[in-house]
């Protein structure tokens, strides 16, 4: 059974840093991508990055671009995004999810089978 599961948000000052992680069981990372995504409180769910399974492709939103950084420790079947300078526009809930991804304008095209259950990043001003 695919199962995915985020950890690391929690509350953090403007400017300051936190690394979400994505552990996942069931498969192993080289059978799928491995995305991130973000929904804020109001707004649509958004790619934030994705880490391909074939070769480690790495895609970032433009949003983000400079500031989040994904990886993955394949030994460990987990996948981090790094996330430095924090601003209150990131204040999300953030999902991982697997599947495919390839890049696209702005940041990736994706098609996600399963997804976690998602982690609360606050950044207060």
């Known amino acids: 059974q695919v199962q995915l599961v985020e950890s690391g948000g929690g509350l953090v000052q403007s400017g300051g840093s936190l690394r979400l992680s994505c552990v996942a069981s069931g498969f192993s990372l080289g059978d799928y991508a491995i995305a991130w995504f973000r929904q804020a409180p109001g707004m649509e769910r958004e790619g934030v990055s994705c880490?391909?399974?074939?070769?480690?492709?790495?895609y970032i939103a433009d949003a983000v671009e400079g500031r989040f950084t994904i990886s993955r420790d394949n030994g460990g079947n987990t996948v981090y995004l790094q996330m430095n300078s924090l601003t209150p526009e990131d204040t999300a809930v953030y999902y991982c999810?697997?599947?495919?991804?390839?890049?696209?304008?702005?940041?990736?095209?994706?098609?996600?089978?399963?997804w976690g259950k998602g982690t609360l990043v606050t950044v207060s001003s």
């Open positions: 880490i391909a399974n074939s070769d480690g492709s790495t």
């Open positions: 999810a697997a599947g495919m991804c390839v890049g696209g304008p702005g940041g990736f095209y994706y098609g996600m089978d399963s």
